[in-house]
């Protein structure tokens, strides 16, 4: 459970941006935060495509959610540099106990609150009708920046869960 700010993520670059968010298996404590954000900061500070410096930044959002954006009018990353960055984040979760790369657990807001659960539940609570097509859904599968700020938070009629409706 987590409260929502609502925000502009990555102001200082191009809607354009590419983005790729990564979710955790749970709500990071304020600690686990801070010191992600520190290593996330550090390894954008030092990535690279091709020899080129990417203009890139990361950001820990709503201690959840582990996102890089990267400004692909400078210089576009190529397929070893997001290996790094698939790297850096099995590390992250390796160090803290922590799975960003489980696609069958859900991130869903209700209450103003954020709630994560595994796609068995939500699907038996859609059944039972307690989960409604309404239900707002952090869709993880956008690519842009622009996306993130307009659409990342949708109904999940809008998501790929509607087949569950």
Known sequence: ????V???????????????IYQANRILTHEEV???QKQANEFVRNWKSHEQPLCAQAEVIHRLFLIFAVDTTTVNPGGCSID???H???????????????RLSVAYMSD???YIEHISTIAQKIK??????????????IHTL??????????????????YF
């Open 6 to 20: 609502s925000t502009t993520y990555f102001p200082t670059l191009p809607s354009e941006a590419r983005i790729w």
């Open 146 to 163: 622009k996306e993130l700020n307009n659409t990342w938070l949708k109904p999940a009629e809008q998501t790929w869960l509607k087949r």
């Open 112 to 114: 103003e609150q954020i």
């Open 88 to 102: 850096f984040v099995k590390s992250i979760q390796h160090h803290y106990g922590l799975n960003f790369f489980d």
């Open 84 to 86: 790094k960055q698939v």
């Open 128 to 141: 039972n009708n307690v989960f409604a097509k309404s239900t707002l859904i952090y869709d993880n599968s």
């Open 1 to 4: 459970m987590n409260t929502i």
């Open 34 to 36: 801070q010191e992600i």
